[in-house]
């Protein structure tokens, strides 16, 4: 019986859910993509899920990314697709400590291949934003919090003049 319960609460931590999000902006596809993907505002945007944090990346298709706080905890990625202004998808891989990719624990395990991606289509003088990212369930709530946040961030510098 306790094994059935030990595998029962790892399964809830394993099982994906993908969460989506959207969000309207009054301005081109091709400053949104500038705002996602520029040092500058993606820093401003992804301070909503963690002041100062920041990315590392030539941001090539392909390419590997670190997705970093200040004090050098995050975790590594991989560019899976670049479609410049129209869509990107990231593959979460694993942990950063100490600013270097560490080894997959039983834990990371449970998340390594979540996949998070943001499309970009252009409706009426509109970009319309879609992102969705899977998250193990002990994460849901955090990140239906924080991504809407980010996107009205988003919209925000965006919308700037």
């Known amino acids: 019986m306790l094994y059935i319960w ?18 309207k902006i009054k301005a081109q596809k091709e400053k949104v993509w500038t705002v996602l993907w520029t040092d500058e505002t993606y820093r401003k945007w992804s301070a ?12 090539n298709e392909g390419d590997p990314i670190h997705f970093l706080t200040p004090k050098g905890q995050g975790m590594f ?63 849901i709530d955090y990140f239906k919090t924080a991504f809407p946040r980010g996107l009205e961030k988003i919209k925000e510098l965006s919308e700037e003049k």
Request: glycine content about 4%.
């Open 77 to 139: 990625s991989v560019i899976e697709t670049k479609i410049p202004n129209k869509f990107m998808a990231f593959k979460h891989l694993g942990d950063i400590k100490d600013f270097k990719e560490v080894p997959n624990t039983p834990e990371t395990e449970a998340w390594s291949g979540a996949m998070e991606t943001y499309q970009l289509t252009e409706e009426d003088g509109y970009t319309i934003l879609e992102t969705r990212v899977d998250v193990v369930e002990k994460h």
């Open 6 to 23: 030990i595998l029962v609460n790892y399964l809830k931590n394993v099982i994906m859910t993908a969460l989506n999000f959207s969000i």
């Open 48 to 59: 909503t899920f963690c002041e100062g944090s920041y990315a590392e990346s030539n941001w």
